[in-house]
């Protein structure tokens, strides 16, 4: 938290605020941008600061442009009529925002993921152009780092969608634009209210330590080494109904990787992949990484089988190690693994290696479509790298350094592990009814299912995330690197909810001492404890699947999802609740932060997961099944993480997402969130102003200059927007003033404005007792929802030490007139204990209307099925 500041230092402030702009210094100051900030990571340190996810932040908001549909229903980009916020000479603006901040993820899909006819995107940073580039050009990587793989992807790498990973920040403005309309779309951004520590994004910054760092998702601990780390391990049996407490930590420390295997579950059967095969003369060969204290390398083969008597020489740095050799058929569809055992002498003291097969016989050719790589460490089998071939993981191979001479085939395969299905489905029990349980300093703040809190609430199936992994693989194991800290006492517990016996269960955990964090947990309040909040039920007709509800302050990173759908295979769309948009409330708004455009779509993907599975940093879609292994119908499990595009909370968060078009159809859904937090708020209401009673605008010294006043009787955007409320509304097309009353311990006060939106492009430049405090702009508009909440934050150095601040409201030229109905005023300080207030923010002199969603009527702007090219959006 920013300390308290004396009214001397204000004035002074002020007086160097006042200089600052007459002597126009711009970009680089250099000590405002190196400045302290409560803003959380910036720029690439978003990803080389990873140890310091924990921290929880200030004034500052994550939001998101996208091309949701306005209307609440459906058509969120399939004629692009949401997909811009204008058109002008220059293309689509797709997002814009004048002030501070950083934007942290871009995606796109059209056109089944390839984006060529979106022509360029441009992405202008004060007033600075840091990209212009055809965007097909940029999500295939030809633009070099740091616009390479895996911080951007195109849609063979995502399945059907395309990402920009790379956080730019910003500290004056920021211009999206595409060429032509891109029809869906998002664009996630942070805000801050000033641009204290917020460094200038700079493109030659190839950033290839954050590359690299990437390129090892799910394989290796992001975070930078802790010195003194020790491990705890433990291995138990754990009887139906009973818990096992698998280690207990005393603090001060930091819980830095957790490590879980359980020897009698099995992968998940039925696989689809993509590889390549080579014939007489031919070889494969790549770069891979490998533990340097290994003794001993395991490299394992996916094949399909139904080629006979397959062999190739397996070579390590040019010699010879082993041979790959298989007989005969074991049956149609049916994929296999072999393993060679790599001998310490290739590979002791290595950190890459480099594999070639050579070719030597066959009664066809000789196929490959993905290599593990595992090294023995310690006595322990641990994944260093994978090699995932074929026409849709092109990012992969070029990784790897892949090449193949004559090539005989590529191709794709849906076969499945010849598993039996007895223990398919037993494991697939124990991994949803066996719970991880984490209680820190007595409190319990992880209870999830193995299986999802690993990433994958399915079955076993393989899951690479820069946070945790799933190793489907022969003494695989599942890992978790979210960074935990806590002050006294950690206990971590398995609880066997699954009616069967699990034995031998080992377990590692990682740890190591850290005194700072006592201060930071209880005094200050800085750090937040590590929170997976699982639910899992029948979806509810009308209403969004909550993926978590909390009161509090924290940061969201992610969540992993479980979707069982109820439509039986013979409908047209039996995946229909796939088109449900996400939805999230920050801080007790009634409007959300983030609106997006369809459930593949939030997971980085498109249309239906175009290709199957795919592996990205901050997201995956790790399972799909149908009619089988345990699934009755249409079955999806996928995650994303939210890394450079965290959302930051103050008082409490609201995140869900809709089942189907209206949230209306039927499925079992379950879900486990990332985030820390801590129970106290740091948003606390100082003020309430209503521009439509006179005795209101007295208190506040309330003038408005071309003032009409009007009747609104409309609903918001996003789950509440079948709630009808009715109020009086003012709209101004000159300056208007007020004064608040804050708290003089502030470090940043923030304005939210409830407000009519029939109008697009309410824009005011805002005024803190005569001094620019920024732009307050609402760009979207909406005819059909016409209530919005949305927020200014006045920054610290115009508000701390202050009993009250004076408002001044003054129209941008060629804005839309500004509305207002309500104003809540909220001042940002110290942690604090809410005692039961409500953090919603419902605006004075509204009526409602019962909630009542009513029946769901399709029209022809609102396509919904494949042939119309639904893209679930």
Same mark, same amino acid.
């Given at each position: 938290?920013?300390?308290?500041?004396?009214?001397?230092?204000?004035?002074?402030?002020?007086?160097?605020?006042?200089?600052?702009?007459?002597?126009?210094?711009?970009?680089?100051?250099?000590?405002?941008?190196?400045?302290?900030?409560?803003?959380?990571?910036?720029?690439?340190?978003?990803?080389?600061?990873?140890?310091?996810?924990?921290?929880?932040?200030?004034?500052?908001?994550?939001?998101?442009?996208?091309?949701?549909?306005?209307?609440?229903?459906?058509?969120? +980009?399939?004629?692009?009529?949401?997909?811009?916020?204008?058109?002008?000479?220059?293309?689509?603006?797709?997002?814009?925002?004048?002030?501070?901040?950083?934007?942290?993820?871009?995606?796109? $899909?059209?056109?089944?993921?390839?984006?060529? @006819?979106?022509?360029?995107?441009?992405?202008?940073?004060?007033?600075?152009?840091?990209?212009?580039?055809?965007?097909?050009?940029?999500?295939?990587?030809?633009?070099?780092?740091?616009?390479?793989?895996?911080?951007?992807?195109?849609?063979?790498?995502?399945?059907?969608?395309?990402?920009?990973?790379?956080?730019?920040?910003?500290?004056?403005?920021?211009? /999206?634009?595409?060429?032509?309309?891109?029809?869906?779309?998002?664009?996630?951004?942070?805000?801050?209210?000033?641009?204290?520590?917020?460094?200038?994004?700079?493109?030659?910054?190839?950033?290839?330590?954050?590359?690299?760092?990437?390129?090892?998702?799910?394989?290796?601990?992001?975070?930078?080494?802790?010195?003194?780390?020790?491990?705890?391990?433990?291995?138990?049996?754990?009887?139906?109904?009973? $818990?096992?407490? #698998?280690?207990?930590?005393?603090?001060?420390?930091?819980?830095?990787?957790?490590?879980?295997?359980?020897?009698?579950?099995?992968?998940?059967?039925?696989?689809?992949?993509?590889?390549?095969?080579?014939?007489?003369?031919?070889?494969?060969?790549?770069? /891979?990484?490998?533990?340097?204290?290994?003794?001993?390398?395991?490299?394992?083969?996916?094949?399909?089988?139904?080629?006979?008597?397959?062999?190739?020489?397996?070579?390590?740095?040019?010699?010879?190690? +082993?041979?790959?050799?298989?007989?005969?058929?074991?049956?149609?569809?049916?994929?296999?693994?072999?393993?060679?055992? /790599?001998?310490?002498?290739?590979?002791?003291?290595?950190?890459?290696?480099?594999?070639?097969?050579?070719?030597?016989?066959?009664?066809?050719?000789?196929?490959?479509?993905?290599?593990?790589? *595992?090294?023995?460490?310690?006595?322990?089998?641990? @994944?260093?790298?994978?090699?995932?071939?074929?026409?849709?993981?092109?990012?992969?191979?070029?990784? *790897?350094?892949?090449?193949?001479?004559?090539?005989?085939?590529?191709? @794709?395969?849906?076969?499945?592990?010849?598993?039996?299905?007895?223990?398919?489905?037993?494991?697939?029990?124990?991994?949803?009814?066996?719970?991880?349980? #984490?209680?820190?300093?007595?409190?319990? $703040?992880?209870?999830?299912?193995?299986?999802?809190?690993?990433?994958?609430?399915?079955?076993?199936?393989?899951?690479?995330?820069?946070?945790?992994?799933?190793?489907?693989?022969?003494?695989?194991?599942?890992?978790?690197?979210?960074?935990?800290?806590?002050?006294?006492?950690?206990?971590?517990?398995?609880?066997?909810?699954?009616?069967?016996?699990?034995?031998?269960?080992?377990?590692?955990?990682?740890?190591?001492?850290?005194?700072?964090?006592?201060?930071?947990?209880?005094?200050?309040?800085?750090?937040?404890?590590?929170?997976?909040?699982?639910?899992?039920?029948?979806?509810?007709?009308?209403?969004?699947?909550?993926?978590?509800?909390?009161?509090?302050?924290?940061?969201?990173?992610?969540? $992993?999802?479980?979707?069982?759908?109820?439509?039986?295979?013979?409908?047209? /769309?039996?995946?229909?609740?796939?088109?449900?948009?996400?939805?999230?409330?920050?801080?007790?708004?009634?409007?959300?932060?983030?609106?997006?455009?369809?459930?593949?779509?939030?997971?980085?993907?498109?249309?239906?997961?175009?290709?199957?599975?795919?592996?990205?940093?901050?997201?995956?879609?790790?399972? *799909?099944?149908?009619?089988?292994?345990?699934?009755?119908?249409?079955?999806?499990?996928?995650? @994303?993480?939210?890394?450079?595009?965290?959302?930051?909370?103050?008082?409490?968060?609201?995140? +869900?997402?809709?089942?189907?078009?209206?949230?209306?159809?039927?499925?079992?859904?379950?879900?486990?969130?990332?985030?820390?937090?801590?129970?106290?708020?740091?948003?606390?209401?100082?003020?309430?102003?209503?521009?439509?009673?006179?005795?209101?605008?007295?208190?506040?010294?309330?003038?408005?200059?071309?003032?009409?006043?009007?009747?609104?009787?409309?609903?918001?955007?996003?789950?509440?927007? *079948?709630?009808?409320?009715?109020?009086?509304?003012?709209?101004?097309?000159?300056?208007?003033?007020?004064?608040?009353?804050?708290?003089?311990?502030?470090?940043?006060?923030?304005?939210?404005?409830?407000?009519?939106?029939?109008?697009?492009?309410?824009?005011?430049?805002?005024?803190?007792?005569?001094?620019?405090?920024?732009?307050?702009?609402?760009?979207?508009?909406?005819?059909?929802?016409?209530?919005?909440?949305?927020?200014?934050?006045?920054?610290?150095?115009?508000?701390?030490?202050?009993?009250?601040?004076?408002?001044?409201?003054?129209?941008?030229?060629?804005?839309?007139?500004?509305?207002?109905?309500?104003?809540?005023?909220?001042?940002?300080?110290?942690?604090?204990?809410?005692?039961?207030?409500?953090?919603?923010?419902?605006?004075?002199?509204?009526?409602?209307?019962?909630?009542?969603?009513?029946?769901?009527?399709?029209?022809?702007?609102?396509?919904?099925?494949?042939?119309?090219?639904?893209?679930?959006?």
């Amino acid at each position: 938290m920013r300390k308290k500041r004396r009214p001397l230092l204000s004035a002074l402030l002020l007086a160097v605020v006042a200089m600052t702009a007459a002597l126009e210094i711009t970009a680089p100051e250099i000590a405002a941008q190196n400045a302290p900030s409560d803003k959380g990571p910036l720029g690439w340190a978003s990803y080389r600061q990873l140890d310091g996810m924990a921290a929880l932040r200030g004034a500052s908001e994550t939001r998101q442009f996208s091309s949701y549909d306005r209307s609440g229903r459906n058509n969120d +980009g399939f004629d692009g009529k949401f997909s811009c916020l204008r058109q002008d000479a220059n293309g689509c603006v797709i997002a814009e925002r004048t002030g501070a901040g950083e934007i942290g993820s871009i995606w796109f $899909t059209r056109d089944e993921g390839v984006v060529s @006819r979106t022509g360029w995107i441009k992405i202008d940073l004060d007033g600075r152009t840091v990209l212009n580039a055809p965007l097909q050009d940029v999500v295939d990587g030809k633009l070099g780092a740091p616009f390479v793989w895996p911080l951007v992807g195109n849609r063979d790498d995502t399945s059907g969608g395309v990402v920009i990973k790379v956080p730019m920040p910003f500290r004056k403005s920021m211009r /999206v634009t595409t060429q032509n309309n891109p029809l869906f779309h998002h664009v996630v951004y942070r805000s801050f209210p000033d641009a204290v520590g917020v460094p200038a994004f700079d493109p030659a910054d190839r950033a290839l330590d954050v590359v690299e760092k990437l390129r090892s998702f799910g394989l290796a601990d992001p975070k930078p080494a802790r010195p003194g780390s020790h491990t705890t391990r433990s291995t138990v049996d754990i009887e139906p109904g009973a $818990t096992a407490r #698998i280690a207990e930590l005393s603090g001060p420390a930091r819980i830095s990787q957790l490590r879980v295997r359980l020897p009698d579950v099995v992968p998940g059967p039925a696989v689809d992949d993509d590889g390549r095969a080579f014939g007489t003369g031919g070889f494969s060969a790549f770069t /891979v990484a490998v533990h340097p204290r290994n003794s001993g390398v395991r490299v394992t083969r996916r094949f399909d089988p139904e080629i006979e008597k397959q062999r190739a020489n397996l070579v390590i740095d040019g010699r010879v190690a +082993g041979q790959w050799y298989h007989e005969s058929k074991i049956g149609p569809m049916t994929w296999a693994d072999q393993t060679l055992d /790599v001998a310490a002498s290739f590979t002791a003291g290595k950190s890459k290696i480099v594999v070639r097969n050579e070719f030597v016989s066959s009664t066809v050719d000789y196929n490959e479509f993905r290599y593990d790589v *595992h090294s023995l460490v310690d006595g322990s089998w641990v @994944r260093t790298d994978v090699v995932d071939l074929g026409q849709n993981h092109l990012s992969t191979e070029a990784a *790897h350094g892949y090449r193949v001479e004559k090539q005989a085939w590529q191709g @794709r395969r849906h076969f499945y592990y010849p598993i039996d299905p007895a223990l398919v489905t037993a494991s697939d029990e124990v991994l949803a009814g066996a719970r991880l349980r #984490i209680s820190f300093d007595g409190q319990t $703040t992880v209870d999830a299912p193995i299986g999802e809190f690993f990433g994958s609430g399915l079955g076993e199936y393989d899951v690479r995330s820069l946070m945790f992994a799933m190793d489907p693989g022969k003494d695989g194991w599942y890992t978790s690197w979210w960074p935990m800290p806590f002050a006294e006492r950690a206990v971590v517990e398995i609880v066997n909810g699954s009616g069967r016996r699990i034995p031998g269960v080992a377990l590692e955990v990682t740890s190591a001492a850290d005194p700072t964090v006592v201060t930071a947990l209880r005094a200050t309040g800085s750090l937040g404890y590590f929170n997976a909040t699982h639910r899992r039920s029948a979806t509810e007709n009308g209403n969004d699947w909550l993926f978590m509800d909390a009161s509090g302050r924290g940061v969201f990173y992610g969540v $992993t999802h479980t979707m069982r759908g109820k439509l039986p295979l013979a409908v047209e /769309v039996p995946r229909l609740y796939l088109e449900g948009d996400e939805r999230a409330y920050a801080d007790g708004l009634l409007t959300p932060i983030q609106h997006g455009t369809g459930t593949e779509d939030f997971y980085e993907s498109g249309w239906y997961f175009r290709t199957g599975a795919f592996a990205m940093p901050l997201a995956g879609y790790p399972a *799909h099944e149908i009619g089988g292994d345990g699934c009755q119908f249409d079955c999806t499990g996928a995650y @994303r993480l939210m890394v450079p595009d965290a959302i930051p909370f103050h008082t409490a968060l609201r995140f +869900g997402i809709e089942h189907g078009p209206l949230a209306d159809v039927p499925a079992d859904y379950s879900s486990t969130s990332y985030w820390y937090g801590q129970r106290q708020w740091t948003l606390r209401e100082t003020d309430r102003l209503n521009p439509t009673d006179l005795a209101s605008r007295a208190e506040h010294g309330y003038t408005a200059v071309g003032e009409t006043v009007g009747k609104v009787t409309s609903s918001f955007e996003g789950d509440n927007d *079948h709630s009808v409320a009715s109020g009086q509304v003012t709209a101004s097309t000159g300056r208007v003033g007020f004064k608040v009353a804050v708290e003089p311990g502030n470090s940043g006060v923030q304005l939210v404005r409830t407000a009519d939106q029939a109008r697009s492009g309410q824009q005011v430049e805002v005024l803190v007792d005569g001094v620019p405090a920024g732009t307050w702009s609402q760009p979207y508009g909406n005819a059909d929802h016409r209530w919005v909440q949305d927020s200014f934050t006045v920054p610290a150095q115009l508000s701390a030490g202050k009993r009250s601040l004076s408002i001044t409201l003054r129209p941008v030229l060629g804005s839309a007139p500004w509305s207002a109905s309500d104003y809540h005023v909220r001042s940002f300080v110290a942690p604090f204990a809410p005692d039961g207030v409500t953090a919603q923010v419902r605006p004075q002199g509204m009526d409602w209307s019962p909630k009542d969603r009513g029946p769901m009527v399709r029209t022809e702007r609102d396509p919904i099925s494949p042939k119309k090219g639904t893209t679930g959006g």
